[in-house]
């Protein structure tokens, strides 16, 4: 069985595993394309802060908890909503390309998947930041919120008027939310330990950040996760060579780290019911 087990678990791997180069213009392309595109909402001031005013409403007609309540928490002290403005302004895009990276290397049969649901979640998200531009609850007087990174830093955002690097009205939905909830799933099923789900603080933690810096609403961050629970839906994993899908579980221990000893278990004029489990792995 090791025999069978580790050609075959290195060929799924290989096919798995597309060609580095074109994967670095491809994960380029989508940025790039995602930032001009981000482009083309700009000028819609009015309209953006009339969806503000709409979204504000709908949170408090249907009760949910008001984004002040957190940024209250994290104005407790200086030196925490400047952690929280730091994380906001420096975790997003190297949490998300470190685990890109990490499973490209490392989980190979997971990482098309992956990258798949991030550029699917990514294009629907510029669709919405095109036709629904949103300003965020830190620029309407209306919320009573402050803009934490202006005050106490550090921002990524300039003023409205000069800032031509980035699209402000595009509060939703929040892919600092959506990539983060993405990389925590994607995580829990590609790794094996006890304690993977502990993964999941890391949205936690964006969604307080996101929230108590005055950078989205709460219908923010659910839009995000609705849209990222359909693009799962729709894109399933690829298959190996061999036509079997390669499960979206944690990944199971191989013949060569768990076997060994498990062999012994199994008689051997019993074989054939074990070689047939085994080889669906």
């Given at each position: 069985?090791?025999?069978?087990?580790?050609?075959?678990?290195?060929?799924?791997?290989?096919?798995?595993?597309?060609?580095?180069?074109?994967?670095?213009?491809?994960?380029?392309?989508?940025?790039?394309?995602?930032?001009?595109?981000?482009?083309?909402?700009?000028?819609?001031?009015?309209?953006?802060?009339?969806?503000?005013?709409?979204?504000?409403?709908?949170?408090?007609?249907?009760?949910?908890?008001?984004?002040?309540?957190?940024?209250?928490?994290?104005?407790h002290g200086d030196t925490l909503i400047h952690l929280a403005?730091?994380?906001?302004?420096?975790?997003?895009?190297?949490?998300?390309?470190?685990?890109?990276?990490?499973?490209?290397?490392?989980?190979?049969?997971?990482?098309?998947?992956?990258?798949?649901?991030?550029?699917?979640?990514?294009?629907?998200?510029l669709v919405v930041h095109l036709t629904f531009p949103l300003?965020?609850?830190?620029?309407?007087?209306?919320?009573?919120?402050?803009?934490?990174?202006?005050?106490?830093?550090?921002?990524?955002?300039?003023?409205?008027?000069?800032?031509?690097?980035?699209?402000?009205?595009?509060?939703?939905?929040?892919?600092?939310?959506?990539?983060?909830?993405?990389?925590?799933?994607?995580?829990?099923?590609?790794?094996?330990?006890?304690?993977?789900?502990?993964?999941?603080?890391?949205?936690?933690?964006?969604?307080?950040?996101?929230?108590?810096?005055?950078?989205?609403?709460?219908?923010?961050?659910?839009?995000?996760?609705?849209?990222?629970?359909?693009?799962?839906?729709?894109?399933?994993?690829?298959?190996?060579?061999?036509?079997?899908?390669?499960?979206?579980?944690?990944?199971?221990?191989?013949?060569?780290?768990?076997?060994?000893?498990?062999?012994?278990?199994?008689?051997?004029?019993?074989?054939?019911?074990?070689?047939?489990?085994?080889?669906?792995?």
């Open positions: 069985m090791n025999g069978r087990t580790e050609p075959a678990q290195a060929e799924t791997d290989a096919i798995a595993r597309p060609p580095l180069v074109r994967e670095l213009l491809l994960v380029v392309g989508l940025f790039l394309v995602y930032k001009f595109g981000r482009q083309l909402a700009t000028g819609h001031t009015a309209e953006a802060f009339r969806n503000a005013d709409r979204v504000w409403d709908l949170e408090r007609a249907v009760h949910l908890p008001g984004e002040g309540s957190v940024q209250n928490l994290l104005l403005n730091t994380y906001y302004a420096t975790v997003h895009f190297p949490a998300t390309a470190a685990f890109l990276i990490w499973l490209y290397l490392r989980r190979p049969a997971h990482y098309v998947w992956a990258r798949r649901v991030l550029a699917a979640v990514t294009a629907a998200a300003a965020p609850p830190r620029m309407p007087a209306a919320t009573g919120l402050i803009d934490t990174g202006q005050v106490y830093g550090p921002s990524v955002y300039g003023s409205p008027e000069t800032d031509h690097l980035s699209n402000q009205f595009a509060a939703m939905p929040s892919l600092h939310f959506g990539w983060a909830l993405m990389v925590a799933i994607g995580l829990i099923v590609a790794t094996r330990s006890r304690w993977r789900l502990l993964w999941l603080l890391h949205p936690l933690l964006t969604l307080l950040v996101i929230v108590g810096t005055a950078n989205h609403y709460w219908l923010d961050a659910i839009v995000a996760t609705a849209m990222l629970g359909l693009a799962l839906a729709v894109i399933r994993p690829q298959t190996s060579s061999g036509g079997t899908p390669i499960s979206l579980r944690s990944p199971q221990r191989t013949v060569t780290t768990a076997g060994r000893g498990a062999e012994k278990l199994v008689p051997a004029a019993r074989d054939e019911d074990a070689v047939v489990v085994g080889a669906g792995r």
